[in-house]
């Protein structure tokens, strides 16, 4: 069996068309002369000397008149055909830039009436030369690419006198935000000469907080965390609002069937990735989401996709006693309750009054029987309760990982903050700790999450619950997510830590999360803590001790102060009685007696009455001894020193008789 493939070429106004033809005959074993061919009709194509001289020499070069036409046998023979085929069409492409092109041409088309089969080493040829130019052309647009790279010109960083001029353009500062990342990435060969890493990072975080509206200290505590390329992924996930999500009740419906009744109210939804079996992503909805007769009757709940985790991880079951330590306003609660069936017992427990009306409504509306409410104050729930299989502890935090839920925060959020929330977070976790049965058949765990990225309030908390209690991190079971920090700068955690799990915007398309699965190893304190236990709580009395005997001294001193101050008063009165009485006898005489003559005294007699009552007796006692006040200004000089000066006179002879 023989096959004959040709391939025509005609050439028209402005363009090269196409047109395959395939024919094929059946000839018998004897041999069997070949049909005449008729030669095809010339056609006459409006073309320019230029182009006409361009053609036939191309056609010459490639096709010598002697290797016009070759007939191809065997069972290759389509194949090769087919072959030849994608060669002509890869080699259109040089037509569109403007290349000279080699055309593939049957004898008949060239009126020589001979053969209409292409040798398969010519196309074999055509198609290495093909891959020839592809190659050169590769390496000359490499070459181009590498040319431009090393042309490019330095970034350089604006003075103090242009940002003040263009502080208002943000296109200028987004251009300068993408060349500083770009150098930062190759510091060693696109920096300015004389210009430091740190310059090009502190003109990155001024930019960035013009940019996007941030605070310095977010945009710093940013760019400690991650590398500049992924803070600024980070940034810009920031400035996106994620999905909306829903979770279905499993306790009054199955996703399947609130999909089909919310798509037919056209909501256009689809189901979240393979992590989760029950919720749900709306795209756009034509009827208020959150006011639908499903909504109403409890058969889903409006809650973010990473508020699933922190559930999925604790995986409570069924008949088991678990506690929500901060369970306002209720997402968690109802998943945790649908996950028990509606069995056992679920504490719901939130320090916050004010949201204890949401958590209690959602209850009724998801259905909700195996629940109790409560709202003391987490940190003291050891006292009141006990016993738990399971703890969930979301604990409040400064909520850097919903940037794009609340925008406040990009200028709201400071260290203090930071540090204050973490202070809390510890004593909660090791409440929710102290409020689990290590012994518990089924259980013994405790689920730790906030919905912030920082270590501070994650990494630093774990690492100090190792440390106070005895417990241990376990996996979260959790198939997706970034691993928790073991080192960052003067923080070094336990190893362990590397089995939390950390949620990103810009990564994962969700709301920034952490989540920390840990296991209650025993009831009791670790050795060293149990000593330090027992060593403070002798301490303590000894100052309790201490205190109460202070209260008892101070409080006799305060009586007898009063009874003193008492005392005195009573004197006073009785003092001021004695004088008002004398006032008014006196009073009485001088009524009735002639007022006294006021005798003269002379001016001796005034000074001696002003002197002080000390001298003037020291004057007297003069005068009585008949001794002079200069004789008495001289001082009295005692038989020892006499005879020291006496020897000092002799001295004073001798040496002077010497001379």
Not at 20 to 25: D, E, L, T, V
Not at 41 to 53: A, H, P, R
Not at 241 to 257: S, V, Y
Not at 281 to 298: H, M, N, R
Request: charged content about 30%.
């Amino acid at each position: 069996r023989h096959s004959a493939y040709v391939i025509r070429w005609s050439i028209k106004d402005s363009g090269i068309m196409k047109r395959r033809s395939a024919s094929s005959s059946k000839k018998s074993k004897k041999a069997v002369p070949e049909p005449e061919v008729e030669e095809p009709e010339v056609k006459e194509f409006d073309m320019s000397d230029e182009e006409e001289e361009a053609g036939s020499d191309t056609l010459a070069d490639e096709f010598p008149p002697e290797e016009e036409e070759e007939v191809v046998k065997g069972g290759k023979a389509e194949k090769d055909a087919a072959g030849a085929l994608e060669e002509v069409e890869a080699e259109d492409d040089d037509d569109v830039l403007g290349k000279p092109k080699k055309f593939l041409m049957s004898s008949d088309e060239e009126g020589e009436g001979e053969g209409d089969e292409v040798d398969e080493l010519e196309i074999e040829k055509a198609a290495k030369h093909q891959r020839e130019k592809q190659k050169a052309r590769g390496e000359e647009g490499q070459a181009e690419m590498i040319t431009n790279i090393s042309g490019r010109e330095k970034v350089a960083l604006p003075s103090s006198e242009q940002m003040s001029e263009k502080s208002g353009d943000l296109s200028e500062i987004h251009q300068r935000i993408q060349d500083i990342v770009r150098v930062l990435a190759n510091f060693k060969t696109e920096h300015e000469e004389g210009r430091t890493r740190e310059e090009y990072i502190s003109q990155l975080s001024r930019d960035m907080c013009l940019y996007y509206g941030s605070s310095e200290f977010l945009v710093k505590k940013f760019l400690s965390m991650f590398s500049v390329e992924e803070t600024l992924q980070l940034m810009e996930a920031n400035e996106q609002q994620r999905p909306m999500t829903i979770r279905t009740n499993t306790l009054k419906t199955r996703r399947r069937d609130l999909a089909q009744a919310l798509i037919s109210r056209g909501v256009n939804l689809d189901p979240i990735e393979k992590w989760s079996k029950v919720g749900l992503v709306v795209f756009d909805s034509q009827v208020p989401i959150g006011a639908t007769p499903e909504y109403l009757a409890g058969q889903y709940m409006l809650q973010s996709a990473a508020s699933f985790l922190p559930v999925m991880a604790l995986a409570p079951l069924p008949g088991e006693k678990v506690l929500d330590m901060c369970a306002a306003p209720g997402g968690k609660t109802t998943h945790l309750a649908a996950m028990m069936k509606n069995t056992g017992v679920l504490v719901a427990n939130d320090s916050n009054t004010s949201r204890i009306k949401a958590l209690v409504a959602n209850i009724y509306r998801m259905g909700v029987q195996n629940t109790m409410v409560c709202t003391y104050n987490g940190t003291q729930f050891p006292t009141v309760m006990g016993g738990f299989d399971r703890v969930l502890c979301d604990a409040p935090c400064s909520g850097l990982g919903v940037v794009a839920r609340d925008p406040s925060i990009k200028l709201s959020k400071t260290q203090d903050d930071i540090d204050s929330c973490s202070a809390v977070q510890r004593q909660l976790l090791l409440s929710a700790i102290d409020s689990v049965n290590a012994e518990s058949k089924t259980g013994g765990f405790i689920v730790y999450s906030t919905c912030s990225i920082s270590v501070e309030e994650n990494e630093e908390v774990i690492n100090y619950a190792l440390s106070k209690r005895s417990v241990k991190i376990v996996d979260t079971g959790l198939t997706f997510g970034s691993p928790g920090f073991v080192r960052w700068r003067q923080f070094r955690g336990h190893p362990s830590l590397k089995l939390c799990r950390r949620f990103y915007p810009h990564v994962h398309n969700l709301d920034g999360f952490f989540v920390c699965k840990l296991q209650k190893t025993s009831n009791r304190l670790p050795a060293a803590l149990e000593q330090r236990k027992k060593e403070g709580a002798e301490r303590f009395e000894l100052q309790q001790e201490q205190q109460r005997a202070r209260n008892i001294k101070s409080k006799e001193n305060q009586d007898k102060r009063h009874r003193t101050l008492e005392k005195r008063e009573r004197f006073k009165g009785d003092r001021a009685a004695k004088r008002q009485l004398k006032r008014k006898a006196d009073g009485d005489n001088a009524a009735t007696q002639p007022p006294a003559k006021k005798q003269r005294q002379n001016p001796e007699q005034l000074k001696q009455k002003q002197k002080p009552q000390g001298q003037q007796k020291a004057q007297g006692q003069q005068k009585a001894q008949g001794q002079t006040p200069a004789a008495l200004a001289k001082p009295k000089v005692g038989p020892k020193r006499m005879k020291q000066s006496q020897k000092r006179q002799a001295q004073k002879k001798q040496r002077g008789g010497r001379r």
